[in-house]
């Protein structure tokens, strides 16, 4: 799935959850906040598609995603960045932890 396509399909999924997103210019990484009521999703206008969409898979591995709709395919790609994701964290944490840990 492109970028493009996969970012839409978790934007669609986030705002499913009550969230609304908005990519706006910045320096900025991203992330979420309740504004006067509004739960707000901000991603960084200036990164690219499948940095914007790894940071909504990212938000949406914390949240509970059972009674939500998604295709397929969306969901499978989802599940492998979050594998991804996984993977990079145990390659992080191993970088440091010594021998006599």
Excluded at 47 to 65: I, T
Aim: hydrophobic share 35%.
């Amino acid at each position: 799935m492109k970028p493009e396509k996969f970012f839409l399909e978790l934007e669609e999924i986030t705002e499913q959850l009550g969230y609304k997103v908005r990519k706006e210019r910045g320096s900025f990484r991203g992330g979420f906040c309740v504004v006067s009521g509004t739960r707000l999703v901000m991603i960084n206008k200036n990164h690219p598609p499948d940095v914007q969409a790894g940071f909504l898979a990212r938000f949406l591995k914390d949240q509970q995603l059972d009674d939500i709709f998604m295709k397929p395919a969306t969901r499978r790609e989802l599940e492998n960045k979050w594998a991804e994701f996984e993977l990079s964290e145990r390659k992080n944490a191993d970088l440091f932890t010594t021998e006599d840990d």
